[in-house]
């Protein structure tokens, strides 16, 4: 029997389980790291028995012998080699112990404190960048390292071993788990802005048995920032399913028990951008003003963002040169035009590669501002990114070393969304954190991006024609159905904001109002609702505007 049909019992017996990943130190100047291929090295982190490997010619499981030598390889050390030999026949060597004990979950990796992606293939190990692949069996861990990197680079390499508690012991998947869970928190979906956004699964407390002080000394395992999980599933058919992924946030303990706090998820993409600033070092008659400044990034096409001189102080400049967006990410697309002080004026020395443009002193004094219409970043295939989803992957992937694989992103419904959305353009000119733009992002194309329960990234778009697919009986609920209908989302009209000025963030606007006198006769209130999109044409803003009218008006 399969694990959805198990779900769908009313009867059906659910095991809960708890995970929590606890730091062990891997000294990356140990001997037993071994380049496996192209940027991946791999670790002997244990073993479960004393292995022997055939190996010919000199090749064994974890590296090269002199030429001739055959017979068995011991713990895929070449000083223990024994068998026929050139060399001899050799004496089989005393068994090893192993360095620590063997594992079966072994579920994060953070290397001085970025924390590395778990794949479950060799495949998306080579895909993503700062990931790592652990294979049970063998105990080997395999890293991608950042940039082609070694171990040796790295003062601190943390792996994330978990230790897990059910809420009834037994061996769960060929793992033993206490059975100490108390309570376990109500799992639900949150969304951040109105209608549309970000939307996560968030937990809270998980509450464990420690009458024996199992946990007094937990503050003294390295867990503040490591990954939790709690998973649920069916002994009978040993399959378990993960529906929530967070981080460790603090703990209590009592002499009956011991209540740990878990952290949204989403802080982790929290970070702000951009990240490349102006400085003097770099332009050295850069005005003093500007010291400091970001450089911005730009998807789509860009109305009106600021340009930056880097030679506003050069004594008797005839031309001036202009930074406008931070090509270190992608090379932009064109340039379109460039205003001064809002006045369209000619330009000169266009690079795309290095988001510059020259004006001469004819057209630009020091001190007047100066924007630039553009058309920004571009992917391997000089194809313009503004596709919204296209632009959170890359934002994704170059501020948070997330790449879009299939043990990253739900990659289906991502998918499937990407083909529906329409096109925007987005400048950063002001730091901003990912989860922000994201929001923003989501709600300029009415879309929901979540981070589901098992930690990977989707997105969805609202049908609201959509035929349902199941139907949730009253005996199936753990609690009564609530359903709030907010006033604050009640709308008489919409007013929709497209093709944003960024050097002065004003819109455009189209409106839609023709069934206001309607709805002010039927809920007697007037009540205009504003949204300001990154959409960049007028059909997309109508569309827009009227699917907010079907829904909320």
Not at 243 to 258: H, Q, W
Not at 493 to 521: C, P, Q
């Amino acid at each position: 029997m399969s694990y959805t049909t198990k779900l769908k019992q009313s009867t059906s017996n659910i095991t809960t389980l708890f995970e929590i990943d606890k730091g062990v130190s891997l000294d990356p100047q140990d001997q037993s790291w071994l380049k496996f291929e192209s940027n991946i090295w791999q670790f002997q982190y244990s073993w479960f028995i004393d292995p022997k490997t055939q190996y010919n010619y000199g090749y064994g499981s974890q590296g090269s012998y002199p030429y001739g030598q055959s017979g068995l390889l011991k713990f895929g050390f070449g000083r223990q080699l024994f068998g026929n030999s050139s060399f001899g026949a050799g004496e089989e060597p005393v068994p090893l112990d192993p360095p620590r004990q063997p594992v079966n979950i072994f579920e994060s990796l953070i290397i001085d404190g970025n924390s590395y992606q778990k794949v479950t293939t060799y495949d998306n190990l080579r895909l993503q960048d700062r990931s790592f692949y652990f294979e049970p069996t063998t105990q080997i861990l395999y890293v991608n390292f950042a940039g082609n990197t070694r171990p040796i680079d790295y003062s601190s390499i943390i792996a994330g071993i978990a230790v897990g508690y059910a809420n009834k012991e037994g061996w769960f998947q060929n793992v033993f788990y206490e059975g100490r869970i108390i309570s376990i928190p109500n799992i639900k979906q949150t969304k951040d802005p109105l209608y549309f956004g970000v939307i996560s699964f968030d937990g809270g407390s998980v509450k464990l048995i420690n009458t024996d002080g199992h946990f007094d000394n937990l503050a003294d395992d390295d867990v503040y920032g490591q990954k939790v999980r709690i998973r649920v599933g069916f002994p009978e058919i040993d399959e378990f399913q993960t529906v929530y992924s967070g981080n460790f946030e603090s703990f209590d303990i009592t002499e009956n028990d011991c209540t740990i706090k878990i952290r949204d998820p989403r802080k982790n993409i929290s970070r702000s951008v951009p990240v490349s600033t102006f400085s003097q070092t770099e332009y050295p008659y850069l005005d003093e003003n500007n010291v400091g400044l970001v450089k911005p990034i730009g998807y789509g096409p860009i109305n009106k963002s600021p340009a930056i001189c880097i030679n506003e102080t050069e004594e008797s400049a005839t031309t001036y040169t202009f930074v406008f967006v931070d090509t270190s990410l992608h090379e932009i697309q064109s340039i379109d035009s460039v205003f001064v002080d809002g006045v369209e004026v000619s330009f000169s020395g266009a690079s795309p590669a290095n988001g510059t443009f020259n004006l001469s002193s004819s057209v630009y004094e020091p001190g007047q501002e100066v924007s630039v219409s553009y058309h920004g970043y571009v992917d391997d295939s000089s194809v313009l990114i503004e596709n919204p989803l296209d632009i959170i992957e890359d934002l994704l992937r170059n501020f948070s070393g997330v790449e879009f694989t299939t043990d990253t992103y739900n990659t289906s419904e991502w998918d499937d969304a990407k083909a529906k959305v329409p096109y925007i353009g987005l400048a950063v000119v002001e730091p901003t954190t990912i989860i922000d733009i994201i929001g923003e992002i989501s709600t300029s194309v009415q879309g929901l991006f979540i981070i589901q329960g098992d930690g990977k990234i989707t997105f969805k778009l609202r049908n609201i024609d959509k035929t349902p697919v199941d139907v949730i009986s009253i005996y199936d609920q753990l609690a009564p159905t609530l359903h709030k209908h907010k006033s604050e989302e009640y709308t008489s009209s919409v007013r929709v904001g497209y093709r944003r000025a960024w050097s002065t963030n004003k819109h455009s606007y189209v409106v839609a109002n023709d069934r206001e006198d309607e709805l002010f006769e039927r809920f007697r209130t007037y009540k205009q609702r504003t949204f300001k999109t990154l959409l960049t044409n007028k059909i997309d803003a109508e569309a827009f505007a009227e699917s907010i009218y079907d829904q909320y008006g």
